[in-house]
């Protein structure tokens, strides 16, 4: 929804829907994907087969290799009475990503997370009626701008804060541009 008049539309509804009840927030993605019992080749599919990374773990790239998968997590959440489905998005920063060699793909990996989740909301929407929402999920990185990770040398930093700012911008705009309705962090 990068148009602007639907992603204005979307917005006016999510505030109505707001100011006349609780909104029910779905459950744990991370929960729903241990059910499936994925094995390596599961997490690489066709696509990253010749990854010279272990990708077993990596629960944002199923987005990319089991998106069916990861839709009908979602729908699951909503048939069982959730106004806002998240993203499976949680460590898709370039700085998470980087843990399996996949930070470039951070965008990616936003972009087509929201993308999935919106269809699911737009066809359960359109089958019931009801108002329905994504959030764009920003979760922490593996590396924090205001600790040590090296006791020896205190004063040592393993990210700088400009890089969390460029990391996370780049969520942010695939997340917007996927067309979410609200970004949780």
């Not at 241990?34 to 080749?41: K, V």
């Not at 898709?92 to 990503?97: C, D």
Request: charged share 25%; aromatic share 8%; hydrophobic share 45%.
């Amino acid at each position: 929804m990068s148009d602007n008049a639907p992603r204005a539309s979307q917005l006016a509804s999510l505030t109505s829907a707001l100011a006349q009840r609780i909104l029910i927030l779905d459950g744990a993605m991370g929960t729903m994907i241990q059910r499936a019992r994925l094995a390596e080749e599961d997490y690489r599919g066709e696509r990253f087969r010749a990854w010279p990374r272990e990708l077993r773990g990596n629960n944002d790239l199923l987005t990319l290799t089991q998106p069916q998968l990861i839709r009908d997590i979602h729908v699951q959440y909503l048939k069982a009475g959730a106004d806002i489905v998240e993203t499976n998005t949680f460590n898709s920063t370039s700085v998470a990503l980087a843990d399996y060699g996949m930070e470039g793909f951070a965008r990616e990996f936003n972009l087509a997370a929201a993308r999935l989740a919106r269809d699911a909301v737009r066809e359960f929407r359109a089958a019931h009626d009801a108002p329905r929402f994504v959030a764009g999920v920003l979760g922490p990185t593996n590396k924090t701008a205001s600790i040590s990770p090296d006791v020896n040398d205190p004063g040592f930093r393993a990210i700088r804060f400009d890089e969390l700012v460029d990391a996370y911008r780049e969520a942010v705009d695939g997340l917007l541009d996927g067309g979410v309705d609200l970004v949780l962090v």
